[in-house]
T-cell receptor, first 115, second 112 residues
Framework: GAVVSQHPSRVICKSGTSVKIECRSLDFQATTMFWYRQFPKQSLMLMATSNEGSKATYEQGVEKDKFLINHASLTLSTLTVTSAHPEDSSFYIC???????????FGDGTRLSIL | SQKIEQNSEALNIQEGKTATLTCNYT??????LQWYRQDPGRGPVFLLLIRENEKEKRKERLKVTFDTTLKQSLFHITASQPADSATYLCALASDSNYQLIWGAGTKLIIKP
């Protein structure tokens, strides 16, 4: 149980393109979803926390207009990287928790490469 | 500021031996401590959660200890296998919200 599906797994696109990443909880209702960014050999960096039906809470230094998060249902959250540039290239991972709050269940991540 | 330290150097262990990974933290009083496994290019996978009032928790070949006085958790894998090779992440959480504070992880290599 507690499966989280993240798509796409890899994206390569030109600078200026907007990219949407989907995160779905397949067998449980995700009251809270998290979006992380991870650089090689570094810890997970939390970008934002979203609760279903509410606006996402962004961490300090994360641009809200750059990284649009939508959590419209209890099983789906999306992250849209708008007008992506090479510096946005990274590994993006989502996670979800149920009503109990712990632990977090992760998707398999999206490798974003902006040329 | 809150800080989590995991050994940044890779840990090489001979197959069959016990692997022990360390997680130290400062300036924090977590309600929960969690261990995750992460394989290259994949998302973390939850392994074990231990609460502040628990000293030890076991799951099959895995054992976690939690010493709130030392501000340290130890993660043990007994009878280690090459398939246990991965990066292991330590994460802390408070009761007030569901956010986790993450360590950078320790890479474990089990040699056959």
């Amino acid at each position: 149980g507690a499966v989280v599906s993240q798509h796409p797994s890899r994206v390569i696109c030109k600078s200026g393109t907007s990219v949407k990443i989907e995160c779905r909880s397949l067998d449980f209702q995700a009251t809270t979803m998290f979006w992380y960014r991870q650089f090689p050999k570094q810890s997970l960096m939390l970008m934002a926390t979203s609760n279903e039906g509410s606006k996402a809470t962004y961490e300090q230094g994360v641009e809200k207009d750059k990284f649009l998060i939508n959590h419209a249902s209890l099983t789906l959250s999306t992250l849209t990287v708008t007008s992506a540039h090479p510096e946005d290239s990274s590994f993006y991972i989502c996670s979800a928790t149920g009503a109990g709050g712990q632990p977090q269940h992760f998707g398999d991540g999206t490798r974003l490469s902006i040329l | 500021s809150q800080k989590i330290e995991q050994n940044s150097e890779a840990l090489n262990i001979q197959e069959g031996k016990t692997a022990t990974l360390t997680c130290n933290y400062t300036n924090y009083s977590p309600a929960y401590l969690q261990w995750y496994r992460q394989d290259p290019g994949r998302g973390p996978v939850f392994l074990l959660l231990i609460r502040e009032n628990e000293k030890e928790k076991r799951k099959e070949r895995l054992k976690v200890t939690f010493d709130t006085t030392l501000k340290q958790s130890l993660f043990h894998i007994t009878a280690s296998q090459p398939a246990d090779s991965a990066t292991y992440l330590c994460a802390l959480a408070s009761d007030s919200n569901y956010q986790l504070i993450w360590g950078a992880g320790t890479k474990l290599i089990i040699k056959p």
